[in-house]
């Protein structure tokens, strides 16, 4: 069965950048839309920034213009560029597609230090 594999994770200070990518076997995200989620310790999941079958993304308010997604249709990946880090951001970062989910992947760490 399909699973998305999210990669890029890491310790960063605050104000620093990191780039998170999510890949699946097959075309599967050239076809369908793909969502970044993220779960901070003792929360639950939330959803983070989606880009549609079509190209269009939308953001939570709390990342709008620090984070982009973006698809990379010849590597079929979607990347979330994560600029201006704040500490609040510290979470493991999962991707999935919709409005069909996949398995969840292990997820990637973002430890973001003060």
């Known amino acids: 069965q399909v699973q998305v594999v999210e990669s890029g994770g890491g310790l960063v200070q605050a104000g620093g950048s990191l780039r998170l990518s999510c890949a699946a076997s097959g075309s599967i995200l050239r076809n369908t839309g793909t969502g970044w989620y993220r779960q901070a310790p003792g929360k639950q999941r939330e959803w983070v920034a989606g880009?549609?079958?079509?190209?269009?993304?939308n953001y939570a308010d709390s990342v709008k213009g620090r984070f982009t997604i973006s698809r990379d249709t010849a590597k079929n990946t979607v990347s979330l560029q994560m600029d201006n880090l704040k500490p609040e951001d510290t979470a493991v970062y999962y991707c999935?597609?919709?409005?069909?989910?996949?398995?969840w992947g292990q997820g990637t760490q973002v430890t973001v230090s003060s």
């Open positions: 999935n597609t919709y409005p069909n989910f996949l398995n």
């Open positions: 880009v549609s079958r079509f190209g269009s993304t």
